[in-house]
């Protein structure tokens, strides 16, 4: 078992630049989550998926899109890549019901936006 | 005021220690969970509780629902346990995680 799965694992984009960040799971968990991590704080929810064909917004998502493309893939995208940007992304996935399970987080993204 | 607030911020302890992190949160929860971040920025879940108390290895995990406390101990402590530990709980009404800021500890040899 791979568990969860990112990529890529560094990044250096231009500003207004798009990318998108891939995610999968090989544990069936239902609910998946990106997170982004700024220096020196906390996680910080940006989109979640409860189940495959739901997805909802978290405490930051304004500059992201997310598609849960099936129940092994939920992808992240910035359509314009701002500054404000830069930071560790992570993805996690969790089993029946969010949140009540525990999480399981995969390496991160280390994103930087010039 | 932060939903839950951990505490220390950081501590610094001598291998060999018994080290306690504290979590406390102001909202009801269905479960609570300690993670842990190693300085290469992996995470890990180390428990999920919603009573009572956990113990893997030399971690034991307490929680105290009516005064909305959790206590993370590390035992024998050892300079691998060097990290951040982080505590996040589920809140009663909805399914988002509400995260704390993080206990960042260093054991020196």
């Known amino acids: 078992n791979a568990g969860v799965t990112q990529t890529p694992k560094f990044q250096v984009l231009k500003t207004g630049q798009s990318m998108t960040l891939q995610c999968a799971q090989d544990m069936n968990h239902n609910s998946m989550y990106w997170y982004r991590q700024d220096p020196g704080m906390g996680l910080r929810l940006i989109y979640y998926?409860?189940?495959?064909?739901?997805?909802d917004k978290g405490e930051v998502p304004n500059g992201y899109n997310v598609s849960r493309l099936n129940k092994r893939e939920f992808s992240l995208r910035l359509e314009s890549a701002a500054p404000s940007q830069t930071s560790v992304y992570f993805c996690?996935?969790?089993?029946?019901?969010?949140?009540?399970?525990?999480?399981?987080f995969g390496p991160g993204t280390r994103l930087t936006v010039l | 005021k932060n939903e839950v607030e951990q505490s220390p911020q950081n501590l610094t302890a001598q291998e060999g220690e018994f080290i306690t992190i504290n979590c406390s949160y102001s909202?009801?929860?269905?479960?609570l969970h300690w993670l842990q971040q190693h300085p290469g920025g992996g995470i890990v879940s180390l428990f999920m509780?919603?009573?009572?108390?956990k113990k893997h290895g030399r971690l034991i995990a307490t929680i105290n629902i009516q005064e909305k406390h959790s206590s993370l101990h590390i035992t024998a402590s050892h300079p691998r346990d060097s990290a951040v530990y982080i505590c996040?709980?589920?809140?009663?009404?909805?399914?988002?995680?509400?995260w704390g800021a993080g206990t960042k500890l260093i054991i020196k040899p």
């Open positions: 509780l919603s009573s009572g108390k």
């Open positions: 996690a996935s969790s089993g029946a019901g969010t949140g009540n399970n525990e999480q399981f």
């Open positions: 909202v009801g929860i269905s479960a």
């Open positions: 996040a709980v589920r809140g009663d009404s909805n399914y988002q995680l509400i």
């Open positions: 998926s409860a189940s495959e064909g739901t997805t």
